[in-house]
């Protein structure tokens, strides 16, 4: 950059990366930093009760004391940001190859599948909550139909999966936007020639499409791993961590703002919540660029 650009555009382009830093400083480094400072606390943030240096004990506490929640917590994370990754590909993978052909309707379509993008968190989960109320709601009514109920999110074998299905079809439109955008950089001649040598449509997706999208594929499942493991505020309105969705995030937000209100230790959970989703990340990354290293040499 030296040998391209004099001082003043230097000095212009440090300006303009100025206010993003800034604001990345102050939400995103220093409440980070305060998040880590809290955790070493029994900070509890009740006027006129004071504030002490308790070292490790809230790790301790965690780890060693086994504190009550976390393994169930562990566990339900696992499954709720395994299924979100998997499924919401494997769909805007069948959905962006379908809507990349030609037939009528197909931008309607398009925009239908984008169209949750545009919802707050607090609007979908109001929205769903609604139509799967299980007094009176619509889906209630259909059961009804055939002489059958359920609860829904507050069944513990259907919270999970509905509390999945809810996250994946909130951020399905990204996703399949950034599938599409990958399948239509594959050369066209490519899937031309595979036609004419007689394979099939699953054929041609499987052996061409998809080793020409792989950077898509790392994007997407990195994404969808990194916003999973960090979820809460879409689970806090449908459940509210209630019936085995009791996530990482809820655990955090339960035990740092309710009941006990200890911030102290709600911080270590989320500490280690950020150290547990950096591995994660990392290793899909790590995978995912060999995969995309392997499939073009």
């Not at 931008?107 to 993008?117: E, G, S, Y």
């Not at 074998?157 to 509905?162: C, F, Q, R, Y």
């Not at 937000?253 to 270590?268: I, K």
């Amino acid at each position: 950059m030296n040998n391209v650009f004099g001082g003043r555009q230097r000095s212009l382009i440090y300006l303009t990366m100025a206010p993003g830093l800034l604001v990345f400083l102050l939400f995103g480094v220093i409440p980070s930093v305060a998040t880590l400072v809290i955790s070493f606390t029994d900070y509890l943030a009740i006027p006129g009760v004071p504030t002490h240096f308790v070292g490790f004990a809230n790790y301790i506490q965690l780890f060693v004391s086994n504190a009550a929640g976390l393994k169930e917590s562990l566990l339900d994370t696992l499954m709720f940001a395994g299924g979100v990754t998997i499924f919401q590909n494997l769909i805007a993978l069948w959905l962006a190859n379908a809507l990349t052909k030609k037939f009528p309707g197909v931008r309607l379509f398009r925009t239908l599948v984008f169209m949750p993008i545009v919802l707050g968190v607090t609007v979908i989960g109001l929205m769903w909550s609604l139509l799967l109320a299980p007094s009176g709601g619509p889906a209630a009514a259909l059961l009804g139909l055939f002489g059958t109920s359920s609860a829904f999110f507050g069944s513990s074998k259907l919270a999970m999966p509905l509390v999945i299905f809810v996250q994946i079809w909130a951020n399905l439109g990204f996703t399949t936007v950034v599938y599409i955008a990958g399948i239509h950089t594959v050369p066209r001649e490519l899937d031309e020639a595979a036609k004419i040598d007689g394979a099939s449509g699953w054929k041609r997706f499987w052996r061409v499409t998809f080793p020409m999208i792989a950077p898509s594929v790392t994007v997407n499942v990195i994404l969808a791993a990194a916003g999973s493991l960090r979820t809460y505020d879409l689970i806090y309105v449908l459940t509210d961590g209630a019936n085995h969705t009791n996530t990482l995030g809820m655990y955090m937000f339960n035990t740092a703002f309710q009941g006990s209100g200890d911030l102290g230790l709600g911080a270590a959970i989320g500490m280690l919540q950020f150290i547990i989703t950096i591995i994660v990340v990392f290793a899909l990354q790590r995978y995912l660029t060999h995969r995309e290293e392997a499939m073009s040499s």
